[in-house]
């Protein structure tokens, strides 16, 4: 089927763990992003990728690791999770630049 | 990086119109305005994008005046199912180094009563 997915859709896991969401994107969009969102936060920009093997830092990047070794997947790492990356994960793609986002349905993750 | 500025939440009744403003004072010359609908436990979806004057689609206008300091959403005729959050972007530098970095505001709570 056509579209953004991501998995797991739901998550729980250990303080320390390493954890990875993953991101895949039918489309071959060059642009893809990873957001947080949060109670009191909103939306927030963790990394993003403007082509296989190009990403770049966003607004809150820290303790996460992305890779883009293929146009259609960008899994988001937690190298060692904290109770503080607890929040609901969304990844979105867009081929034109300045156009209008497709999001996934999101990862609830929980860290315990 | 432009800052938005929406009211927190507003309420409506089926059958009408909504329009949901936004402020952007400092809006960048190449920034695009675009707004997009949060239902719980769902991603957002892109509505409608804009650059000046006014934009149509199937779901929604977009107005912005000359000076795009601020826009308007305007959703006619309300039903339940618009009840969702709405979030007002600024930014998509089409040629410059700001695309990737689009800022998510706190929203617009909309509430459609019956």
């Known amino acids: 089927d056509a579209g953004i997915t991501q998995s797991p859709r739901y998550k729980i896991t250990e303080t320390g763990r390493q954890v990875t969401l993953m991101c895949h994107q039918t489309?071959?969009?060059?642009?893809m992003f990873w957001y947080r969102q949060d109670l009191g936060h909103g939306l927030r920009l963790i990394y993003y990728s403007a082509a296989a093997d190009i990403t770049d830092k966003g607004e809150v990047p820290d303790g996460y690791v992305v890779s883009r070794s293929k146009t259609e997947n960008f899994p988001l790492t937690l190298e060692s999770a904290t109770r503080s990356q607890t929040s609901v994960y969304f990844c979105?793609?867009?081929?034109?630049?300045?156009?209008?986002?497709?999001f996934g349905s999101g990862t609830r993750l929980t860290v315990v | 990086l432009a800052k938005t500025t929406q009211p927190i939440s507003m309420d409506s009744y089926e059958g009408q119109e909504v329009n949901i403003t936004c402020s952007h004072n400092n809006i960048a010359t190449n920034d695009y305005i675009t707004w997009y609908q949060q239902f719980p436990s769902q991603g957002p979806r892109f509505i409608i994008q804009g650059y000046k004057t006014k934009v149509t689609n199937e779901v929604a206008s977009l107005f912005i005046p000359a000076d795009r300091k601020s826009s308007t959403l305007s959703l006619p005729r309300v039903s339940l199912s618009d009840t969702a959050v709405y979030y007002c972007l600024v930014g998509g530098n089409a040629g410059g180094t700001s695309y990737g970095k689009l800022t998510f505001g706190q929203g617009t709570i909309l509430t459609v009563h019956p």
């Open positions: 979105a793609s867009t081929e034109n630049r300045g156009y209008g986002y497709t």
């Open positions: 489309w071959s969009h060059s642009y």
